[in-house]
């Protein structure tokens, strides 16, 4: 906390804010040799590496890696839909715990550019072709419209989960 304070007061402050609750010396900071500086543009470089990979991938295939990261993040029964006629589900898995609750859900994937927003139509088609007993989560490489986030929490509405691009690029780096 008084790192916080003296950077926010103090011009001259020998310190430096290089990440969340993480702090080095100014000078130590402009340096090349700087190891913290160094490992976190190494893991920026392997993010945007892993950015520009999805990006570049089939969909299809984009479809079956998602499959795989469900699986591998606790979703059972995870199978990939043909790729047409799925009435945009993509991905269809159950989430279970221990045998007491099992959430059959359906999955929408999108690989899209950056900037390439998702509306909220998106989310009212994934609940039109889901079934009463169903959960939604759609997984994007970008991000949600305000109005597609409004409507994925809709009230008396079947929930659907977000994944923006962020977020998928968490998962798949952990």
């Excluded at 340096?31 to 160094?38: D, E, G, M, R």
């Excluded at 543009?41 to 998602?66: G, H, S």
């Excluded at 007491?100 to 072709?129: E, F």
Aim: glycine share 6%; with cysteine.
């Amino acid at each position: 906390a008084q790192l916080y304070v003296d950077i926010k007061k103090n011009k001259n402050s020998p310190f430096k804010k290089v990440g969340r609750g993480t702090f080095t010396l100014e000078k130590q900071a402009d340096a090349i040799s700087s190891p913290l500086l160094l490992i976190q543009q190494q893991n920026a470089n392997v993010r945007e590496a892993l950015r520009a990979r999805l990006l570049e991938m089939d969909p299809y295939q984009f479809e079956f890696l998602i499959g795989d990261l469900l699986e591998e993040i606790g979703y059972e029964k995870v199978e990939v839909t043909s790729r047409s006629g799925d009435k945009g589900i993509d991905v269809c898995a159950n989430l279970t715990l221990e045998g007491v609750t099992d959430v059959k859900t359906v999955i929408q994937v999108k690989r899209y550019k950056t900037g390439n927003n998702i509306p909220g139509a998106i989310i009212t088609q994934l609940r039109g072709s889901a079934e009463v007993d169903q959960r939604g989560l759609i997984i994007t490489t970008s991000d949600f419209t305000k109005d597609a986030i409004a409507e994925s929490k809709a009230p008396n509405k079947m929930p659907v989960s977000l994944i923006n691009g962020e977020k998928l690029l968490d998962f798949l780096l952990k």
